[in-house]
């Protein structure tokens, strides 16, 4: 896709103004939702770096081990690093203890996924939040990692941040797109209590509205399989985002059918679509159907407003959203804006 068809500034829209934009220090959000905030982060502060879902090699990560320590952290690389068991970094037991020991490290503030792919389901039952509980911090991470975000939302009331992780950070900064650095440095400002504030274009399938409301959401597909279980996302009064990759049409429509039957899509407050990267359909199996059609279909009783095409998922133009912060969605005839409150 053509950049310019993504985002412009959320506080000026010129084509020499940069995709994401800092805004002002974040009011305390303690007032602002029931769900805990966890400290944000100050030079000398510690980045934990562990690999709960798939495998992934020390000289992957050096990329973001140099840039996070350029922000002035410091950095522990947990022991799934480097580890392999198959497609997993490291067997289930391993990444569990790794994991274990970041959550309940003291000196450890903020613990950064350093991959998705497949595996956090594996463990997510036998990790013991007692100690994080008490002392919450910023876990950091997208895709597999929605099991986590989920988790916290449904069971602690814990915010989190939903982002690109250590497989996406440049390995030239000086050589990196414009897209790539802003992203990245959208990790460091929502790491660091600064409000954030998103756009996305004109899309003739929005739906107009503005609210504001908890965010919660992530890959559908995640989503989905979590329904029933101790991780189920609950969405009622929520703004939810949504995004995914690699699925056929059918399978998209199957996931969303889901979501409304299991009541996820009806007492929302607002809907985002993300990116979303679709297998073209078989020959002679076509699908017939949009992804805009899709998700209308589904929500086409509902009143509340929906923004297309925002820049989270599996995209080059993948921000840091906060989950289970309070912010405001406003979809207008210029487009569609969220910011953090």
Same mark, same amino acid.
């Given at each position: 896709?053509?950049?310019?068809?993504?985002?412009?500034?959320?506080?000026?829209?010129?084509?020499?103004?940069?995709?994401?934009?800092t805004?002002?220090?974040?009011?305390?959000?303690?007032?602002?939702?029931?769900?805990?905030?966890?400290?944000?982060? /100050?030079? #000398?502060?510690?980045?934990g770096?562990?690999?709960?879902?798939g495998?992934?090699?020390?000289d992957?990560?050096?990329?973001?081990?140099?840039?996070?320590?350029?922000?002035?952290?410091n950095?522990?690389?947990?022991?799934?690093? $480097? /580890?392999?068991?198959f497609?997993?970094?490291?067997t289930?037991?391993?990444?569990?203890?790794?994991f274990?020991?970041?959550?309940?490290?003291?000196?450890v503030?903020?613990?950064?996924?350093?991959? $998705? $792919?497949?595996g %956090?389901?594996?463990i997510?039952? /036998?990790?013991?939040?007692?100690?994080f509980?008490?002392?919450?911090?910023?876990?950091?991470? %997208?895709s597999?990692?929605?099991?986590?975000?989920c988790?916290?939302?449904?069971?602690?009331?814990?915010?989190?941040?939903?982002s690109?992780?250590?497989?996406?950070?440049?390995?030239?900064?000086? =050589?990196?797109?414009?897209i790539?650095?802003?992203?990245?440095?959208?990790?460091?400002?929502?790491?660091? $209590?600064?409000?954030?504030?998103?756009?996305?274009?004109?899309?003739i399938?929005?739906?107009?509205?503005?609210?504001?409301?908890?965010?919660?959401g #992530?890959?559908?597909?995640?989503?989905?399989?979590?329904? #029933?279980?101790?991780?189920?996302l609950?969405?009622k009064? =929520?703004?939810? %985002?949504?995004?995914?990759?690699?699925?056929?049409?059918?399978?998209?429509?199957?996931?969303?059918?889901?979501?409304?039957?299991?009541? /996820?899509?009806?007492?929302?407050? #607002?809907?985002?679509?993300?990116?979303?990267?679709?297998?073209?359909?078989?020959?002679?199996?076509?699908?017939?159907?949009?992804?805009?059609?899709?998700v209308?279909?589904?929500?086409?009783e509902?009143?509340?407003?929906?923004?297309f095409?925002?820049?989270?998922?599996?995209?080059?133009?993948?921000?840091?959203?906060k989950?289970?912060?309070?912010?405001?969605l406003?979809?207008?005839?210029?487009?569609?804006?969220?910011?953090?409150?």
């Amino acid at each position: 896709m053509n950049r310019k068809y993504f985002l412009s500034s959320f506080l000026i829209a010129t084509t020499a103004t940069p995709v994401f934009k800092t805004l002002a220090k974040a009011v305390e959000p303690e007032n602002l939702s029931s769900f805990k905030i966890p400290p944000y982060l /100050k030079q #000398g502060d510690t980045i934990g770096i562990t690999s709960p879902a798939g495998y992934i090699t020390l000289d992957q990560i050096q990329p973001s081990v140099l840039q996070m320590q350029n922000w002035g952290f410091n950095i522990k690389i947990g022991t799934t690093i $480097g /580890k392999r068991d198959f497609t997993y970094g490291g067997t289930d037991e391993e990444r569990r203890v790794d994991f274990q020991q970041m959550l309940d490290d003291p000196n450890v503030n903020a613990i950064m996924c350093a991959r $998705g $792919g497949y595996g %956090f389901v594996r463990i997510i039952d /036998k990790l013991d939040f007692s100690n994080f509980k008490r002392n919450p911090k910023w876990i950091i991470g %997208f895709s597999d990692i929605t099991v986590l975000h989920c988790h916290l939302a449904k069971n602690y009331n814990i915010a989190s941040i939903h982002s690109k992780m250590c497989n996406s950070f440049p390995d030239d900064w000086a =050589k990196a797109e414009p897209i790539q650095i802003e992203t990245i440095l959208s990790i460091k400002n929502a790491l660091i $209590g600064e409000q954030m504030g998103y756009s996305a274009p004109i899309n003739i399938n929005n739906r107009l509205g503005k609210v504001d409301g908890i965010l919660v959401g #992530g890959n559908l597909s995640i989503i989905e399989t979590l329904a #029933g279980s101790d991780s189920d996302l609950n969405t009622k009064n =929520k703004i939810l %985002f949504i995004e995914d990759t690699g699925e056929y049409l059918y399978s998209i429509d199957r996931m969303l059918w889901n979501l409304k039957r299991s009541g /996820k899509l009806k007492n929302l407050k #607002g809907l985002i679509i993300g990116g979303f990267k679709v297998k073209p359909d078989d020959a002679g199996e076509e699908f017939g159907k949009t992804i805009y059609e899709i998700v209308l279909e589904k929500v086409a009783e509902y009143s509340y407003p929906i923004a297309f095409d925002f820049p989270v998922g599996h995209q080059r133009n993948n921000f840091a959203f906060k989950c289970g912060v309070n912010h405001v969605l406003e979809v207008s005839e210029n487009g569609s804006t969220l910011r953090s409150l």
